[in-house]
């Protein structure tokens, strides 16, 4: 097993993991109303049902793992010459390597939504928790951590295909 598919799988696992843990550990520790928004003086605005965000959290994993996984068994029926690649007819003599690059990178979009989803979850409990006030470092991470693994995971996809294919398993 390559180094890069071992890497997505292991975060795919741990990201499927973490999300369980963080929505029983958030829900556990939510109020019967969860404030999602917050005003200047940092009063709640606007509640939701805990048991609402359970269920909508709950929904968008297994669509986004159901949605994925549909993809990835999809694009190994797609012919090699309508998959618009860069470097075309070096990746259409190497297809199984091209299906592992594009299987890699939709497993890597699940991971992200997961862990994107758990991490909101852990502020998202950070912000209702009554036993300490709310302070900016409980959430300002927040954006940048997830627009860094958004891009890095978007961004991964054309960089690999402007790569050539190894040659170590061409045409299995």
Do not use: C
Request: net charge positive.
């Amino acid at each position: 097993m390559k180094a890069g598919t071992f890497f997505v799988r292991t975060w795919r696992i741990l990201s499927i993991l973490g999300f369980l843990l963080s929505l029983f550990a958030s829900y556990i520790s939510y109020p019967e109303e969860v404030a999602v928004r917050f005003d200047d003086l940092k009063q709640a605005i606007q509640t939701v049902n805990r048991e609402t965000i359970f269920y909508v959290a709950v929904a968008i994993f297994i669509i986004n793992n159901t949605l994925n996984n549909l993809m990835i068994k999809l694009f190994r029926r797609v012919p090699t010459a309508q998959i618009p690649v860069p470097n075309q007819e070096v990746w259409a003599a190497h297809r199984s390597q091209l299906d592992e690059v594009f299987t890699n990178w939709f497993y890597s979009l699940t991971a992200a939504i997961n862990t994107v989803l758990a991490l909101g979850l852990f502020v998202l409990s950070l912000l209702n928790r009554s036993d300490r006030s709310m302070q900016p470092y409980d959430y300002a991470w927040l954006l940048p951590v997830v627009t860094v693994i958004l891009i890095s995971v978007l961004v991964s996809l054309p960089i690999r295909l402007f790569m050539k294919p190894g040659d170590d398993d061409s045409n299995k």
